[in-house]
């Protein structure tokens, strides 16, 4: 037996172990996926990744989640939908004790979400970086110089200063820098209305969320720009996750028409929109295209 497939056995039996904990349904589709990808050796997470501690924190989280009409989503959402949300957070390699996701109910289906330590986390697994990346936002009255880089020009922000004073004033924008294995510094910088237009395409725009952190939703925003760049020009060697990636975060927008700019900037709302992870004779689970009335409860999601 290779160490790769003795690295799979293992972690079904932890998975197994995990999922004793879950009502059978959600447990059986859970570790009969994982099964399988694990003997296609589709699953790569990050070093010292504990899925059944990760999956018994998740399953706890999600038994004392509700909606909007406070009924708890083990009652109103379906059990394929649940199974997803648990399977793309192992995919992800995240943890909700770490707080890097959260799961959010939208009409009748549960939805995982990576807040901005989970969108770090998952974009360092998925491109094998050895630096974290960052993202940082723009405060008014901040001097920020932008410029491109002469070997390739790319834009990038060739110097940042700010002052004690500034923090807490108006936002004006942000950006996020990504180190590749090369060491070579890359940068997305997006200005507060672009971050805006981008809010505005989420199923809970304008929510309490935006406005109560705008600093972390900024940079989460801007963050994910530079990280759905990176990730779908990435070779194939890690890309069950990287799918997953791209599904989770496009299943928390709503449809949007075709051409906008955001679509030319790449965040390709509509990219793999009905894709599943599992499948269930006679059950079809797909995301929402309107807005719910009220905001997502459970998580800040950011």
Known sequence: MSEKETKNE????????????????????????VNE???????????????????????????????RNKQPVLQTCS???????????????????????????????????RSYFGDQAAV???????????????????????GFREEDGEKIVISHETTFENIG????????ILYTNDDVKHYEIMSMEQIQKS????????????KDYPEEMARRTVLRRIAK???????????????SYNRTTSAEYVDVPENTLELEQELEIKANRETLIVEEPQQEVQAPTTAPKTPPVNGPGF
């Open 37 to 67: 990808m694990g003997h296609n050796n589709q699953l790569m997470f990050p070093k010292n990744y504990a899925v059944g501690n990760a999956l018994k924190s998740a399953y706890l989280l999600i038994q004392e989640t509700v909606d």
């Open 229 to 243: 760049h990176w990730m779908n020009t990435s070779d194939d060697s890690n890309l069950a996750m990287v799918e």
């Open 199 to 210: 809010w505005a395409k989420t199923k809970v725009a304008n929510n309490s969320t935006q």
């Open 124 to 146: 360092m697994s998925a491109l094998n970086l050895q630096k974290k990346p960052y993202a940082c936002v723009i405060y008014k009255d901040d001097i920020v110089t932008v």
């Open 10 to 33: 293992a972690l079904r039996s932890e998975v197994k172990n995990a999922v004793a904990i879950m009502e059978k349904d959600i447990a059986d589709v859970i570790f009969n996926r």
């Open 169 to 176: 004033k108006e936002i004006i924008g942000a950006y996020a």
């Open 79 to 113: 059990i394929i939908s649940i199974a997803n949300a648990l399977l793309d957070m192992v995919i992800q390699g995240l943890n909700p004790a770490k707080k890097q996701c959260y799961f959010i109910p939208y009409d009748g289906s549960l939805n995982m979400q």
